[in-house]
């Protein structure tokens, strides 16, 4: 996969290899893992072979993934990533992770409204959804930012460290735009 999505202060840029070693060390901040079903990886061997998947999901004709590093000035900010689904359902989900020293500064919303865009745009999608655990505040924030709807509440879905934890889904519509 070539795409890389810009905007006015990020560039959302294919995940590589190369990325393992600062993706081991988002995976491994606790704040970033509260609400993170993957868990923090044992070994950079576990992150390598993650690293692997979201590579081998980028590419071919008919990805099954576009997964994103967010950049702003050339520094890694997170990850984000628009997973697909059936191609007769024309669906696909977004989720996103931020460092701890980006939150808060509207990076999360710009790049999902980015993500969405091309999701729409470039892939003619017809729907978007995201799901996080209901104690994620920040999280679900940026979903409601950037236009999604709160279609669900799940009981005891996310298997976090904490525990069973609630889930929300979220979703948006190509139409919702319009």
Same mark, same amino acid.
């Given at each position: 996969?070539?795409?890389?999505?810009?905007?006015?202060?990020?560039?959302?840029?294919?995940?590589?290899?190369?990325?393992?070693?600062?993706?081991?060390?988002?995976?491994?901040?606790?704040?970033?893992?509260?609400?993170?079903?993957?868990?923090?990886?044992?070994?950079?061997?576990?992150?390598?072979?993650?690293?692997?998947?979201?590579?081998?999901?980028?590419?071919?004709?008919?990805?099954?993934?576009?997964?994103?590093?967010?950049?702003?000035?050339?520094?890694?900010? /997170?990850?984000?990533? =628009? #997973? @697909?689904? !059936?191609?007769?359902?024309?669906? %696909?989900?977004?989720?996103?992770?931020?460092?701890?020293?980006?939150?808060?500064?509207?990076?999360?919303?710009?790049?999902?409204?980015?993500?969405?865009?091309? /999701?729409?745009?470039? =892939? #003619? @999608?017809? !729907?978007?959804?995201?799901?996080? %655990?209901?104690?994620?505040?920040?999280?679900?924030?940026?979903?409601?930012?950037?236009?999604?709807?709160?279609?669900?509440?799940?009981?005891?879905?996310?298997?976090?460290?904490?525990?069973?934890?609630?889930?929300?889904?979220?979703?948006?519509?190509?139409?919702?735009?319009?």
């Amino acid at each position: 996969m070539n795409v890389i999505l810009k905007t006015e202060r990020l560039t959302l840029r294919p995940v590589t290899i190369g990325d393992t070693e600062t993706i081991h060390q988002l995976h491994s901040i606790e704040e970033v893992d509260q609400y993170n079903t993957l868990g923090i990886p044992e070994n950079i061997e576990v992150t390598i072979l993650h690293v692997k998947d979201l590579v081998k999901s980028n590419q071919g004709e008919q990805p099954q993934a576009y997964t994103f590093v967010i950049e702003n000035d050339n520094q890694f900010d /997170g990850l984000i990533s =628009l #997973n @697909l689904g !059936r191609a007769k359902y024309k669906n %696909a989900e977004v989720w996103f992770k931020l460092h701890p020293n980006f939150c808060s500064k509207g990076f999360a919303t710009e790049a999902l409204k980015k993500i969405i865009s091309f /999701g729409f745009n470039t =892939l #003619n @999608l017809h !729907r978007i959804e995201a799901r996080c %655990a209901i104690e994620n505040i920040g999280s679900y924030k940026v979903l409601e930012k950037v236009g999604m709807i709160r279609e669900a509440h799940n009981r005891k879905l996310l298997p976090l460290k904490s525990g069973w934890a609630d889930n929300y889904v979220y979703a948006i519509l190509s139409t919702d735009l319009r």
